[in-house]
C-alpha cells in the first residue's frame, strides 16, 4: 500500500510563501507522475500542478503559472511544491497525488491518480 504524507502547510499573509512537501512510502515514486490538487470549502477538489516521473516535464494549472512551481528530488524520495506570491483565493487543502500509470504521461484529471495523501491547510490571510 503507497502511503504519501504532505507537510509544509500553514498559515501566511498574502503577497507570501510557503513550500509544500510531499513523501510517499516505497520504491515506486520514482516511476510515477505526481501531481497536487487543492479542495477550498464548499468547492470541488480542483487541479494545482503536475510533474513527470522524470522531472522535465511539468503542468500547472493557469490559476497558478507563475506563482507556484512544482519540482521533485527522486533521490530524496521526495516531491515539492513552492508556492510564491500567494491570494486568499489560494486558501485551500492541498493534497499531493500519485499517477496510476508507471512511466506515463503527466495527468491533469483527478481520476488517473490512484493514491492521495491526507491533505494540508493552507490558510492565506488578506
Known amino acids: 500500500q503507497v502511503q504519501l504524507v504532505e507537510s509544509g502547510g500553514g498559515l501566511v499573509q498574502a503577497g507570501g510563501s510557503l513550500r509544500l512537501s510531499c513523501a510517499p512510502s516505497g520504491r515506486t515514486f520514482t516511476s510515477y507522475a505526481m501531481g497536487w490538487f487543492r479542495q477550498a470549502p464548499g468547492k470541488e477538489r480542483e487541479f494545482v500542478a503536475a510533474i513527470s516521473w522524470t522531472g522535465s516535464s511539468t503542468n500547472y494549472a493557469d490559476s497558478v503559472k507563475g506563482r507556484f512551481t512544482i519540482s521533485r528530488d527522486n533521490a530524496k524520495n521526495t516531491m515539492y511544491l513552492q508556492m510564491n506570491s500567494l491570494k486568499g483565493e489560494d486558501t485551500a487543502v492541498y493534497y499531493c497525488?500519485?499517477?496510476?500509470?508507471?512511466?506515463?504521461?503527466?495527468?491533469?484529471?483527478?481520476?488517473?491518480?490512484?493514491?492521495w495523501g491526507q491533505g494540508t491547510q493552507v490558510t492565506v490571510s488578506s
Open positions: 497525488a500519485r499517477d496510476s500509470t508507471a512511466w506515463g504521461p503527466i495527468p491533469r484529471n483527478i481520476y488517473e491518480y490512484e493514491y
